[in-house]
């Protein structure tokens, strides 16, 4: 596992990106872990159409035909992250319409981190004095590096799910609400 510490992070030069600002926020996003199953899933409405993923045995990005984010699974259980009690969102945080380069390949390794609650999660790949952070949706930001790849990722906001009922009742609401 990437160390965070230890100063052994993984390189991001495959998780190359497409940065346009401004931009606004018109997408939508929710944490809901499936605590039967022990992973993360974050929907991102709306949508589009599926096209590929990048992945790696902790993470899951899915990727849509334009190379805008679908949704990120963190396959890794909670008890697993590492928990902070200091862990902030960083701000300010301007949107940006952000869309992955490349759609086929792995995600390196990540170091995961949580506060005491789960519900502001940090996926960090990199650690890098240059960052700058733009928000990809309500409850999604990216941290990108001066040469625009992707450094890490904010979820703010989860719950705890089963059979993944309450994904089902936001992913409703959220259709019927932008129809």
């Known amino acids: 596992m990437a160390e965070r510490n230890g100063e052994l992070i993984s390189?991001?030069?495959?998780?190359?990106?497409?940065?346009?600002?401004?931009?606004?926020?018109?997408?939508?996003?929710r944490g809901f872990y499936q605590v039967d199953e022990d992973f993360l899933s974050v929907p991102v409405f709306p949508g589009g159409r599926f096209y590929s993923y990048l992945d790696s045995p902790q993470l899951s990005f899915d990727i849509s035909d334009n190379g805008h984010l679908l949704s990120i699974q963190i396959l890794l259980p909670r008890i697993n992250w590492i928990k902070r009690g200091d862990l902030n969102l960083p701000q300010p945080s301007p949107a940006a319409d952000i869309r992955f380069v490349?759609?086929?390949?792995?995600?390196p390794e990540a170091v995961i981190e949580s506060?005491?609650?789960?519900?502001?999660?940090?996926?960090?790949?990199?650690?890098?004095?240059?960052?700058?952070?733009?928000?990809?949706?309500?409850?999604?930001?990216?941290?990108?590096?001066?040469?625009?790849?992707?450094?890490?990722?904010?979820?703010?906001?989860?719950?705890?799910?089963?059979?993944?009922?309450?994904?089902?009742?936001?992913?409703?609401?959220?259709?019927?609400?932008?129809?």
């Open 11 to 29: 390189n991001v030069s495959a998780i190359k990106l497409v940065i346009k600002t401004p931009a606004e926020i018109n997408s939508f996003s």
């Open 102 to 107: 490349d759609f086929r390949g792995h995600l």
């Open 115 to 179: 506060n005491f609650d789960y519900n502001l999660i940090h996926i960090q790949f990199a650690i890098d004095e240059d960052i700058h952070v733009f928000r990809v949706s309500d409850t999604i930001s990216f941290e990108i590096t001066a040469d625009e790849t992707l450094a890490g990722v904010w979820i703010d906001g989860s719950e705890n799910d089963r059979a993944a009922y309450a994904q089902g009742v936001w992913l409703k609401r959220m259709k019927e609400d932008n129809r």
